[in-house]
């Protein structure tokens, strides 16, 4: 029974990343033609003169829907057309795809029957010039919201030394976690935050924590699936090992790579420099600080909305 369960859970998920198909009839017709034969017409398009509407027919993003080009989107609004009886698509509507609602196209149009022969020869035509739409704008500019979890392995490069003034091993390395919010700016400029945190046990008799919460800003550039970012970040950390606990202010620069293996999720890595500095609370001068370099290695999911 679990292989069943798993078979149809699949078929489940992949039928819900199709278009939403939406259609509403006034006059029930017979089926009198193929969805191939289905005429299109736009804005300032001439119309068979007794030609007239018998229904309507809306095609939108599911929610989760990846198959919906130009094409796939017509093929849809005609076969549905053609179910309802009609020889004739009147395109009310044709939300192409953007970065502010959704990466499909989504058309609104009615379904028209004619008795008259009905030209579909410009229908090709268009065909082509929307599938180069639609490799261009959603190539040209990333998501709006990116939704980041990362872990990975860090390693502090600065030297370390127990309260005795003992000196500690160099490369201390250890887990780090991050959850990172960006908002995409016009031109690729992109505002947000991130948190995380690394641990290691490198430490004798204990442990060491880095805990960073910080606002960034940053630029995404965007190549097909492929997207490159730079994020610069400056806000609050707190540290903590075995003998003490101290807070101060850190500064994080970071470079990475995504790929969008759908339209709401992907995959990345990113490298990350960041510096620490505290004040130096074992020294009779107050105005003294100290600084922590820190290296990181990171990679997750994305999530694009």
């Not at 017409?41 to 080009?69: H, M, Q, T, W």
């Amino acid at each position: 029974m679990k292989p069943l369960f798993y078979l149809f859970s699949i078929i489940a998920f992949f039928c819900s990343c199709s278009p939403r198909v939406i259609t509403r009839t006034s006059t029930a017709l017979p089926s009198t033609v193929a969805p191939l034969q289905v005429a299109v017409y736009e804005a300032g398009d001439s119309l068979p003169p007794n030609a007239r509407a018998i229904g309507s027919v809306c095609v939108k993003d599911g929610g989760f829907a990846v198959n919906c080009g130009y094409d796939r989107v017509m093929q849809l609004a005609k076969k549905a057309a053609s179910e309802q009886g009609g020889n004739g698509l009147y395109v009310v509507t044709h939300q192409t795809p953007n970065r502010w609602s959704s990466s499909c196209h989504q058309v609104s149009a009615l379904i028209l029957h004619s008795n008259d022969t009905i030209d579909t020869s410009l229908d090709n035509f268009r065909k082509e010039y929307h599938e180069v739409v639609n490799r261009i704008r959603p190539a040209s500019a990333p998501p709006a919201n990116i939704v980041s979890f990362n872990v990975g392995y860090g390693w502090i490069t600065s030297k370390l030394y127990d309260i005795y003034g003992n000196r500690l091993k160099g490369g201390m390395g250890g887990i780090k976690w991050e959850l990172q919010y960006e908002y995409v700016l016009r031109k690729g400029w992109s505002i947000g935050a991130h948190v995380s945190r690394f641990k290691s046990r490198d430490v004798p008799e204990g442990f060491l924590s880095l805990y960073t919460i910080a606002p960034q800003i940053g630029y995404v550039q965007r190549l097909n699936r492929w997207m490159f970012k730079v994020d610069i970040g400056m806000g609050y950390v707190s540290y903590d090992d075995h003998w003490v606990t101290r807070s101060g202010a850190c500064f994080d620069v970071s470079v990475g790579a995504e790929y969008m293996i759908l339209p709401f999720m992907g995959i990345g890595a990113k490298a990350v420099t960041s510096a620490s500095y505290f004040r130096n609370e074992n020294t009779i001068f107050r105005d003294e600080t100290e600084g922590l370099g820190h290296i990181d290695l990171l990679g997750g999911v994305r999530l694009y909305f």
